[in-house]
């Protein structure tokens, strides 16, 4: 059994910034991608930012320099930077991993997702 679980979400006004993090715990061999994904009510759930073991990032178009995705292999977190926070970001981002559990299968798990509002 893997867990995720992200903290770091809340309210901020336009142009201020925050930072998620998620740490995976449980039966893990390894982990290869991890990644942000969020959903805003009506619409579909979306990538904002993935992170291969190797540390290679891929951002979607919206959040290119504005935030930034790390990870620590050492300790299976990922976090997300999110800067110059715009009304448009409001969401319930979620956190994924790649995850290699014990048995030598790749799953990938999802957390429970944590409320970032932007508004003035």
């Known amino acids: 059994q893997v867990q995720l679980v992200e903290s770091g979400g809340g309210l901020v006004q336009p142009g201020g910034s925050l930072r998620l993090s998620c740490a995976a715990s449980?039966?893990?061999?390894?982990?290869?991608?991890m990644g942000w994904y969020r959903q805003a009510p009506g619409k579909q759930r979306e990538l904002v930012a993935t992170?291969?073991?190797?540390?290679?990032?891929n951002y979607a178009d919206s959040v290119k320099g504005r935030f930034t995705i790390s990870r620590d292999n050492a300790k299976n977190t990922v976090s997300l930077q999110m800067s110059s926070l715009k009304p448009e970001d409001t969401a319930v981002y979620y956190c994924?991993?790649?995850?290699?559990?014990?048995?030598?299968?790749?799953?990938?798990?999802w957390g429970q997702g944590t409320q970032v509002t932007v508004s003035s």
């Open positions: 994924n991993a790649k995850v290699v559990i014990r048995t030598l299968v790749r799953v990938d798990y």
């Open positions: 992170i291969s073991s190797g540390g290679t990032t």
């Open positions: 449980g039966s893990i061999f390894s982990i290869d991608a």
